[in-house]
DNA sequence: TTTTAACACGAAAACGGTTTCGTAAGCATA
DNA sequence: TATGCTTACGAAACCGTTTTCGTGTTAAAA
């Protein structure tokens, strides 16, 4: 690769000093109006272009936010990161995105990666592995340090942080509330193991609706889905009963959408025997058959305020520190063909 | 935030020269084993780990790739990212990822802060708004300066660089192969504008079949999407003539899923009235009713060729450089309900 | 006793910028 | 003529590392 022109390049060429080539850039009026325009006529015809890291290591700052997913092939992963990438992009940030794939050890690595004087702040969604763990000292060494940090989405439970989070309990309520409404009696819900907090909470807000109702969810009507088995044959098994629900919740789309096709398969009509709402911010609940009615997550701006909170942080001064908030992104019910 | 230790810190602390510190760290035995095992101790405690701007600007590498794609949204440029994340992983590279949005103009600033000395290579699918124009002498001023680049999937056409493309073109054909086989005799496609490569390609190998077999396409089953229109009309009108296809080839996933719940609530049977057939990476063929045949486009083999191209290309010396490589990645049909 | 070699460490330059401070030249003022 | 003030630029430090090249000390060899 050939070598980029710098300043001393551009020095050595015109006879000039590197700081004269510096302050000459930036129009300092430090520089006579000849050398001035001399240096900045050379820089634009060698397309000149200062370099970020010299930058970033001068100026101890990178203008780049690190942001640790679990997965990115998770659609709402990808909502998120586009909103965050909105808010960044406005304010001249740019994203360095690492992959944790659920991985304590992974999440731990680009942790360190990152930290070591690549960002000037971070967005972290945090593995499954870790909340299994519950080990989040790595986290916590950050936080002493008073590294600019905020948690989305998979937030690390009972620690002092910067959070931004979907009111999931309030959305669970919402479902179950909406199929109560529907005159559905026997529901069920399609959940996840308890280490997986949105899962939990989504699953405490349906309860606490059905409750409410002076109503209850029978034992079998209740699936945990654990992923390293087989996934259809765990959903199916809520149809394979004597009895069976009419009214089914599922934490994510994915689990809603295999839910319908079984069901179907299993000869029942949607919404007419089992009505389906799923938990997503996703593109398959428009194309499934029939289209399918959720609770909207609204990754979008979920991104949007992480990014605003952590570039509010990198900002904020050593001495007047605002205190830790959480975020709420309210969910609303997005009603089509399956309830 | 508090200020991390550094070599600096670590020398005067322990009353040695920053260069002993470097040294003893990495074990040198230029320095006496005390000393040694006295800095190794002290970093240790402290948690030290070198500053990575540091680190790249001295060495002149930055162990980055960056990556610019037109949205983070699309299913299939998510597969792609966790295949060259699967290959820069293994090889300690990281990735900035960095999204143009389809945009002319995001995508030159994106090129722009990246070769700045962040990135040791760059992983481009290139945006729609440039294809449009045609206009490429960003991508041409990198490669004359042999900045490592290869292009995936949206490629420049008519430009020497690596490349990592979809056998496009192969796929269209086996999808009309397919249809054929089926004793379809009215094909229709759902195709997309000129100017974005891969549509063309699919859309020519599809003909290449049909032509083979002496059939033809009837123009009104040759619909184009342009996206800034209303999408469900543009395909509706495939099924508002006298005459319907028989079977339908969509050059992507969300355009087939679309097709086959408006030809569905037309009051048409899929397979039996129309078959369907998509060309994607997606979610969404498993779980659509019925569920989708496809052409399964290998997003996360092309992420791992592309990775494994631009580092070679980074590692390579600059006397003797390979010519450049087009590697293409085989699609292969995924048969499910849908015909 | 002198030379030589090994050992253990430090000074300084380099990566590519920015910024503070110093200073020579030119001119006006007393 | 001596002093002060601009103007226009350069030297040097700094950001955090690595690495080359000394150099002073000690011990072994001559």
Do not use: W
């Amino acid at each position: 690769m050939h070598k980029k022109v710098n300043i001393k390049t551009i020095a050595a060429e015109l006879g000039v000093s590197p700081s004269t080539v510096s302050k000459a850039l930036k129009d300092s009026h430090e520089i006579g109006v000849e050398t001035r325009a001399k240096v900045q006529a050379f820089a634009k015809m060698y397309n000149y272009k200062p370099n970020s890291l010299a930058l970033s290591l001068r100026n101890q700052k990178t203008m780049v936010i690190g942001v640790i997913i679990p997965q990115i092939t998770h659609h709402f992963f990808t909502r998120v990161i586009s909103g965050i990438e909105f808010i960044a992009n406005q304010k001249d940030y740019n994203l360095m995105i690492c992959l944790s794939k659920d991985e304590y050890e992974k999440e731990i690595q680009n942790i360190e990666m990152l930290t070591n004087g690549s960002v000037d702040g971070l967005l972290i969604s945090i593995a499954n592995e870790t909340l299994e763990k519950g080990e989040f000292g790595h986290f916590e060494r950050l936080l002493k340090q008073e590294f600019p940090i905020v948690f989305f989405d998979r937030i690390p439970p009972g620690i002092q942080a910067d959070k931004v989070i979907v009111d999931d309990e309030a959305g669970g309520y919402n479902a179950g509330k909406l199929l109560l409404s529907k005159g559905r009696k026997k529901l069920g819900i399609i959940s996840t193991p308890e280490h997986v907090t949105v899962g939990v909470l989504r699953e405490r807000g349906f309860y606490r609706a059905i409750q409410e109702a002076g109503a209850e969810v029978l034992p079998q009507f209740n699936v945990k889905i654990e992923e390293k088995f087989d996934i259809e044959n765990q959903i199916d098994q809520m149809f394979t009963q004597k009895e069976f629900p009419d009214g089914i919740f599922a934490v994510n789309e994915t689990y809603a959408a295999l839910a319908m096709k079984i069901a179907q398969k299993r000869g029942f009509q949607i919404p007419r025997d089992i009505a389906f709402i799923g938990f997503t911010d996703g593109v398959i609940s428009r194309l499934t058959t029939p289209t399918m009615t959720t609770i909207a997550q609204h990754g979008h701006n979920m991104g949007n305020k992480a990014a605003e909170l952590v570039i509010q942080r990198i900002y904020e001064q050593e001495n007047d520190k605002t205190p830790n908030q959480t975020v709420v992104i309210s969910t609303n019910i997005v009603e089509r063909e399956s309830t």
